[in-house]
């Protein structure tokens, strides 16, 4: 009950509240701290930080550091990975009409992988035709792997909407207007 009371004090006149507040002149900005301190070069800390340690120089001058570039063949297979993906498209099966949520309007997609629309059909024509689409042809149809499809049709499934009419005409119903 302190919920509702609390929310209708918080929402009460909002609308008003907030042009209000937009209407107001921004608040000046705090002063900032004054930076024109005189530096102290005296002070123990500059002087540790500017002294030269002849040591440390004659270990650094010591170190010697050799750098090669990597072999040129994990270059050249890199490449051609990705030329394989390049070329292991598809096109699609199915798409939306129009141009929903602009989106861009998919001609390909890569082998392996699956659009929403291609799922739900896939998932579709296996409930209702599970002798005709197995998980074979369905991995056969979308270039899919075996055992992931096998997985999908397994643990996914789409939404059945059935509508049931009722019993009697004496029943109340909605009419349109």
């Known amino acids: 009950m302190g919920a509702r009371v609390g929310r209708m004090f918080r929402n009460f006149n909002l609308e008003n ?4 507040e937009l209407a107001k002149e921004k608040p000046r900005m705090a ?21 030269k340690n002849d040591t440390l120089l004659t270990a650094l001058r010591s170190v010697y550091v050799e750098s090669t570039d990597p072999v040129a063949a994990p270059a050249e297979d890199s490449k051609a990975v990705t ?18 949520f602009g989106t861009v309007e998919l001609t390909d997609v890569p082998k392996g992988k699956l659009t929403i629309v291609e799922a739900m059909k896939a998932l579709g024509g296996h409930q209702h035709q599970p002798q005709t689409w197995t998980p074979e042809k369905i991995a056969q149809e979308y270039c899919l792997d075996l055992k992931d499809t096998k997985a999908v049709l397994e643990f996914f499934v789409p939404f059945k909407v059935e509508i049931i009419p009722p019993k ?4 109340k119903q909605i009419k349109a207007s």
């Open 17 to 20: 509240r907030v042009h209000r």
């Open 31 to 51: 002063p900032r701290h004054p930076d024109n301190l005189p530096l102290t070069a005296s002070s123990p800390e500059a002087d540790a930080v500017n002294q």
């Open 83 to 100: 030329t394989g993906k390049e070329t292991g498209r598809r096109p699609l099966k199915f798409s939306l009409p129009g141009d929903m």
């Open 168 to 171: 009697s005409g004496t029943g």
